[in-house]
């Protein structure tokens, strides 16, 4: 079964700190995996997408990891600011025709605190 | 550009009535989706339109759901009877390509259903 898992669950950091999230996932055959951020009351919106032949990617402060091999991937957050408290959510796609199928992980909800 | 907007914001209603949902999608997208996010799980992927026709139903939980794109444009999801288990947030999302490989995905706000 096509699954994805992130950790940790939630997450309390101050601002101006560092933090990383992870994900893990069985999806297979594999053809790219997200970062999304949702605000609270508000829909995802993408953060990263990367496919297999990229290691990193990096939008702002946030900056994506993935290695295809062992099926991990990592959202770095660097220098925290209130506004990046959120969920923070992995979703993988499947390589072939169910490609446009988004396989969500749980999230991990983010609080940046003064 | 407006973004892919969704109505109503929220919605409450008892077992057994019958609610819809819209979907408005970004102008010029033809793959619209309907996601579901029932209480403590993840986002789960309901169904698939491409234009007017769809693609792909396979997560719709059971006939009591029933999905429309006339015209192509705006979409509607509507639930009859509702049941308990119903409730949730439905997210709506569009994408000009289908998404996969590099393709990007814009979400709506999501309607949060609570039937009670």
């Known amino acids: 079964k096509n699954q994805v898992e992130q950790s940790p669950q939630s997450l309390i950091i101050l601002e101006g700190k560092n933090c990383t999230l992870q994900?893990?996932?069985?999806?297979?055959?594999?053809?790219?995996l997200r970062w999304y951020k949702q605000d609270t009351g508000r829909g995802p919106v993408s953060l990263t997408i990367?496919?297999?032949?990229?290691n990193t990617k990096s939008n702002g402060r946030y900056t994506a990891t993935l290695d295809a091999d062992t099926k991990q991937s990592s959202l770095h957050i660097t220098a925290s600011q209130l506004s990046d408290s959120a969920s923070y959510i992995c979703?993988?796609?499947?390589?072939?025709?169910?490609?446009?199928?988004?396989?969500f992980g749980s999230g991990t909800r983010l609080l940046v605190r003064p | 550009e407006a973004g892919v907007t969704q109505f109503p914001s929220h919605s409450v209603i008892e077992k057994g009535q019958t609610v819809t949902l819209r979907c408005d999608p970004i102008?010029?997208?033809?793959?619209l989706y309907w996601y579901r996010r029932v209480m403590g799980k993840e986002i789960k992927f309901l169904l698939h339109?491409?234009?007017?026709?769809?693609?792909?139903e396979s997560g719709m939980p059971n006939n009591r759901f029933l999905a429309e794109r006339t015209g192509g444009t705006y979409s509607t999801l509507k639930v009859q009877p509702a049941e308990l288990e119903d409730s949730g947030v439905y997210f709506c999302?569009?994408?000009?390509?289908?998404?996969?490989?590099?393709?990007?995905?814009?979400f709506g706000q999501g309607t949060r259903l609570t039937v009670v």
């Open positions: 999302a569009s994408s000009r390509g289908r998404t996969g490989w590099n393709t990007e995905a814009f």
């Open positions: 994900c893990n996932y069985t999806v297979s055959p594999f053809s790219n």
């Open positions: 990367m496919t297999f032949s990229e």
């Open positions: 979703v993988v796609s499947e390589e072939g025709d169910s490609s446009y199928k988004l396989i």
């Open positions: 102008s010029g997208h033809d793959n």
């Open positions: 339109f491409v234009k007017e026709s769809k693609q792909d």
